[in-house]
């Protein structure tokens, strides 16, 4: 499974989007892009996943560049309570989801 | 909807103890199940994972064993527990390969 590589951390103003980038330069074409959080203490969740076309649910959008090398996700509105590490994985279908170390997302008020 | 369980949250064991940590799932039938360890400010490591009853893969060489005796029943056990178990369990489930995983809250363990 193809390597990802993120910030170590950001900082967001609460209300305003939160952009978060990750490159993914050796991504195979049957590799999809998933996104986790984990917030302290806690399980990661899932957010949201994508292969080629942009994503959108009612946690964020995924915005896949054209030839699949990097992505963003975007928290349209962020609250303090988005505040977590958010982990870009890119696998397979019968690949494993291999979390790295993510960006710490601070959201400040 | 689907809920996943897991208990106990946080579990304090001398060395040499047993562990059985437990998972359920709710809401789904046949799932793919999953335990992870992360250790403290590192990532998640795939442990075991389960794609039917009595069916057990293994990851990586360890001290833990995996079993799944109902069909949303997933548990880790140990005969003694090492100093090196200590960590945060999580367990996961997944309708199918390449499916997205959904966690539980996690066991913290600690071992004395």
């Known amino acids: 499974d193809a390597k990802t590589t993120q910030p170590p951390s950001m900082d967001c103003a609460e209300g305003r989007a939160a952009n978060l980038p990750c490159n993914h330069s050796?991504?195979?074409?049957?590799?999809?892009v998933y996104w986790y959080r984990q917030i302290h203490s806690q399980g990661p969740q899932y957010i949201i996943h994508?292969?080629?076309n942009n994503e959108t649910n009612e946690m964020a959008s995924l915005i896949i560049t054209e030839d699949r090398k990097s992505s963003t996700l975007i928290l349209p509105h962020a609250t303090l309570r988005d505040t977590a590490v958010y982990y870009c994985?890119?696998?397979?279908?019968?690949?494993?989801?291999?979390f790295g170390q993510g960006t710490t997302l601070q959201v400040k008020p | 909807s689907q809920t996943i369980h897991q208990w106990p949250a946080t579990l304090v064991q001398p060395v040499g103890s047993p562990l059985s940590l437990e998972c359920t799932v709710e809401?789904?039938?046949?799932?793919?199940l999953y335990w992870y360890r992360q250790a403290a400010g590192r990532g998640l490591q795939l442990l075991f994972y389960?794609?039917?009853?009595?069916?057990i893969s293994s990851e990586v060489p360890q001290n833990l064993s995996a079993s799944r005796p109902q069909d949303r029943q997933f548990i880790l056990s140990s005969k003694k527990l090492l100093l090196s178990d200590s960590g945060f369990y999580l367990c996961?489930?997944?309708?199918?390969?390449?499916?997205?995983?959904?966690f539980g809250d996690g066991t913290r363990l600690s071992i004395l």
């Open positions: 994985i890119v696998k397979s279908n019968t690949g494993k989801l291999i």
């Open positions: 994508g292969l080629k």
């Open positions: 809401g789904t039938s046949n799932p793919n």
């Open positions: 050796t991504i195979s074409g049957n590799e999809y």
């Open positions: 996961a489930w997944a309708t199918g390969k390449g499916q997205p995983q959904h």
């Open positions: 389960s794609v039917g009853i009595g069916q």
